[in-house]
């Protein structure tokens, strides 16, 4: 049984809201996986076209579009990469959410090892003056020792499961956490984020670019929200920039959505009047 999380009417008379997020991984999760990684550069200059190309392409096109972005950062990228936190706090309308320090998965590490990249990722953005209330865990992997932590270190909510596709609260943890979810149909990766250790598809943009405005036709509908999760690595290469241009624009032909944060979103969240 899901607890289903409530919402007014949108703002403005949209009828769906829609996050676009990005996670700005950069050299973390190469990293991350091992320190044998730390001497190919090649992988880690796949990872670095992230904050240092991709993203500026991202935050023009935000830019035309007046939309705001939702950029879950690992602490590796925000010390290592300054000048890509600078770039999207210039905007003004962006929000930065947590997302772990070393792009670890949870399900690797112990309570220890978690706290650890929460402290660590926290303290990153605390030296920008940023203090992050949403969290999405590397890899999209959970488990009951990160919500407990999450409602802990008080975060917001987390954008991390996919047992609805509409906002629930999370209760395996101590206390309730408000879960944006995601899906892989509705990230980037999945289809443009071949690396030839992991291998990958490269799909064709128009087949994502149906896929994706299928899921907006489907979420306007139904008036809910519709998050998509994207990283300035693969989604910041010009020939799919160019794609998620053509799928904004798809959108405002076809309907009203709310362009929002995850903040923003969350803000609007109740249960029964009590969270
Ligand atoms: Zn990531």
Redesign the pocket.
């Known amino acids: 049984m899901i607890t289903r999380a409530e919402f007014p009417a949108w703002p403005d008379g949209a009828d769906v809201a829609v996050a676009l997020t990005f ?1 700005v ?1 950069g050299e ?2 190469w990293l991350g996986a091992g320190a044998e990684y730390s001497r190919r550069m090649t992988a880690l200059s796949q990872g670095r076209f992230g904050p240092e190309r991709g993203l500026g392409r991202v935050l023009d096109l935000l830019a035309v579009h007046q939309i705001p972005g939702t950029f ?1 950062i ?1 602490g590796h990228t925000v010390d290592h990469h300054p000048d890509a936190i600078s770039a999207i706090a210039a905007a003004g309308v962006h929000e930065f959410a947590h ?2 320090y070393m ?1 670890l998965g949870t399900e690797g590490l112990d309570e220890a090892g978690q706290r650890d990249e929460l402290k660590r990722g926290l303290a990153a953005f605390d030296r920008h003056g940023i203090r992050p209330i949403g969290y ?1 865990s ?2 999209w992997e959970l488990t009951p020792e990160t919500m407990t932590m999450l409602a802990e270190f008080g975060f917001s909510y987390e954008s991390s499961l996919m047992a609805d596709d509409r906002p629930y609260w999370e209760l395996s943890g101590s206390q309730p956490v408000l879960e944006l979810p995601g899906h892989w149909s509705l990230c980037d990766w999945p289809y443009f984020g071949f690396t030839p250790y992991d291998g990958g598809l490269l799909a064709n943009p128009d087949t994502v670019e149906r896929i994706w405005l299928e899921e907006f036709e489907s979420a306007r509908a139904e008036r809910r929200v519709v998050t998509y999760t994207m ?1 300035p690595e693969a989604i910041g290469r010009g020939y799919l920039t160019r794609m998620l241009d053509r799928v904004i624009t798809g959108m405002r032909e076809r309907g009203q959505p709310w362009f929002a944060t995850h903040a923003q979103i969350a803000a609007l969240a109740s249960s029964d009047g009590e969270r």
Request: hydrophobic share 10%; net charge negative; aromatic share 8%.
């Open positions: 996670d991984d973390a999760p879950y690992p997302h772990g792009h999405r590397p890899g990283h």
